[in-house]
């Protein structure tokens, strides 16, 4: 039963992020990346503040909490959306969405290493299989290796891979004792925290427009926080090369969704990596 709670998490998380996608790709026509960042994790922490000040559980995080609640803040809602709301401005927004989610290379090794964990070599497999999959989509035949933004704005994206995971691995190694989702007005807090200064320095002339505002809105107040604890849950309940194959279907999803609503081409590179994310997450799920 907790797999089978752990698997209904993951999903609610890939319909909320994949989706979320197209619709901050649509928001972008009128606002600027790191802005339109900041404003989804400022919006969210008062969401989410709002929602437990009316419960009753709004509260400073306790002394064993604050840890889990730095490593989240900092590194996956503030150092993962600075890097890859930067990376955009160098790679195509479709490469950027899948390749920042995928984490496997590092959630894979690093759960072995840090939570020795075992892993059998089916979820190897399904890992690479994941892989394979994320390959197809982000298509690394297409890009220009020989231009430096472009191999900087891929770096970027690795790297935020990195941040996330290690946010991923301390929620696991020191978990909050107290209920995740009443931790994220802070989490979130931080995250804002970080991304404005960076924000004001990067884009002193942006902001979000008229136009972004609804999907702004949306984004901040319901699929970040729900999403973001949805995906916090998924990722310490279920084994990490689970997890790490799992996440491939929120980009996965995103390509779906754009290709449906955008209007998108719906090419072979969709519909194979598609297919070969969603049996790995099977092979990893039975194995």
């Known amino acids: 039963m907790p797999m089978a709670s ?5 999903f609610a ?4 992020f994949g989706g979320a996608w197209p619709i901050t790709k649509a928001a972008l026509a009128d606002a600027t990346p790191l802005w339109f960042g900041t404003g989804r994790s400022a919006l969210a922490a008062l969401g989410a503040a709002i929602l437990l000040a009316a419960l009753g559980r709004l509260r400073l995080p306790a002394a064993e909490d604050r840890r889990a609640v730095a490593f989240l803040g900092l590194f996956q809602l503030g150092g993962f959306f600075a ?16 390749l920042s989610n995928v984490v ?36 690394p035949w297409a ?19 990195l941040l996330w995971t290690i946010a991923i691995i301390a929620s696991r190694k020191w ?16 995250g804002a925290l970080m991304l404005a200064p960076i924000a004001l320095i990067v884009e002193p002339e942006g902001g979000v427009g008229a136009g972004g505002w609804p999907h702004l809105l949306y984004i901040g107040l319901i699929a970040a926080p729900i999403g973001t604890w ?15 194959v799992g996440f491939l279907m929120v980009p996965a999803f995103g390509v779906l969704v754009s290709t449906l609503w955008l209007g998108e081409p719906l090419g072979w590179d969709v519909l ?16």
């Open 6 to 10: 752990a698997f209904r998490l993951l």
């Open 13 to 16: 998380a890939v319909i909320l």
């Open 83 to 98: 890097l890859t709301h930067l990376a955009v401005a160098l790679v195509p927004a479709g490469r950027t969405a899948v």
């Open 104 to 139: 496997t290379y590092w959630l894979i090794p690093l759960s072995v290493l840090v939570l020795g964990e075992k892993v059998s070599p089916t979820r190897w497999a399904a890992a690479g299989l994941g892989l394979a999959g994320a390959g197809v989509l982000i298509g």
């Open 143 to 161: 890009v220009d290796w020989s231009d430096h933004d472009v191999l900087l704005g891929h770096f970027m994206l690795v790297m935020a891979g």
């Open 175 to 190: 978990p909050p004792r107290t209920p995740m989702f009443d931790l994220l007005p802070w989490c979130f807090g931080i």
């Open 230 to 244: 949805c995906v916090i849950e998924a990722g310490r309940k279920l084994p990490g090369a689970v997890a790490s």
């Open 272 to 287: 194979v990596g598609g297919g070969l994310i969603f049996a790995s997450v099977v092979m990893a799920a039975r194995g």
